[in-house]
């Protein structure tokens, strides 16, 4: 009897399981199912209403991040502009770290790690992919605004076709966004950001931040003029900030630029000890060897 039964039993458990896989990913695959309409002329046309992001743009040289406080500070940062027209330099406050973070701040400050994920090629996380001295190419096709990033062949998808965020996402380097316009504004909602991804939040601060699973990224997106564009960003992690954290990134319009490709592990000179510390292979490549050029 018992070994008429266990083929059945064993099916049964297979199944079960599958099951309960599917279950668990019923949420993301429902929104990644999400059933865009099929873009019309009318759509096409709405584009040339809305602000012309597209093209390569990088952040100036020696520019920095600005970092505003909040109510009527932040109002007052907002207005404040150059004779270009750019906000105006503003001194940073402390970061409102909570009481938690900034004992976990005091440890890792008294035990750094011996190098970051970078030395291995480990892309840099959401928002702080953001904000790194490399070209970024804006693409608006109806329902989304694609963002491609040189550095590590960044790839963001801002859905404003009407779409919620998921329920359950899986959690990724640079997350799950969704956007919509406020008239000249896009404003883009991100989640799901991998919690071993390190935040940076401004300038003169070196100290990398770990975040939380909590923490959300909300991006407002505008031009200043025609090739300036001003990006607003609000970290909100209730677990290691005691308010919102808000800075402000300009970028310029390269009208002639294209998009390099980035291949981190090319020509990756780093290696690992046996203790796991990275460390830079400083023996020329023979010139034998293709693609010896150095990054």
């Known amino acids: 009897m018992s070994q008429q039964l266990t083929p059945h ?10 099951s309960a ?10 929104w990644l199912n999400f059933k865009r309409p099929t ?59 909570t ?17 970051n994920p970078q030395a291995n090629c480990v892309p840099n996380g959401m928002p702080e992919i953001m904000r790194l001295p490399y070209p970024y190419e804006f693409l608006l096709t109806p329902g989304q605004v694609t963002i491609i990033g040189e550095l590590y062949r960044m790839v963001r998808h801002i859905y404003t076709d009407g779409r919620p965020l998921p329920k359950n996402p899986d959690p ?12 000249q504004t896009l404003v883009a909602e991100t989640v799901a950001l991998l919690p071993q991804t390190d935040i940076i939040p401004g300038s003169g601060i070196e100290q990398r931040i770990p975040h939380s699973d909590k923490m959300k990224v909300i991006e407002r997106f505008r031009l200043i003029d025609a090739d ?6 609000t970290i909100i992690d209730p677990v290691i900030f005691t308010r919102p954290y808000t800075s402000t990134r300009i970028l310029q319009r390269h009208p002639t630029w294209t998009i390099d490709e980035y291949i ?24 034998s060897t293709p693609n010896q050029n150095l990054k």
């Open 172 to 183: 990724t380097f640079w997350g799950t966004s969704v956007g919509h316009w406020e008239g």
């Open 39 to 97: 873009p019309t002329a009318a759509d096409w046309a709405a584009l040339a209403k809305l602000p012309d992001f597209t093209g390569v743009w990088e952040m100036p040289l020696g520019d920095a991040s600005l970092v505003e406080q909040p109510g009527a500070a932040q109002q007052k940062a907002r207005k404040a502009t150059s004779a270009s027209g750019r906000p105006a330099s503003m001194k940073q406050p402390a970061l409102p770290l």
């Open 99 to 115: 009481p938690a973070w900034v004992a976990k701040m005091k440890y890792l400050q008294a035990h750094p790690p011996q190098d």
């Open 21 to 30: 896989l599917f279950a668990s990913m019923a949420p993301a695959q429902n």
């Open 9 to 18: 039993i064993g099916r049964f458990v297979v199944v079960a399981l599958a």
């Open 228 to 233: 300036t564009m001003q990006i607003e960003t």
């Open 264 to 287: 981190c592990e090319q020509n990756n000179r780093n290696s690992v000890t046996n203790s796991g510390k990275a460390e830079v292979d400083t023996i020329p490549p023979h010139p």
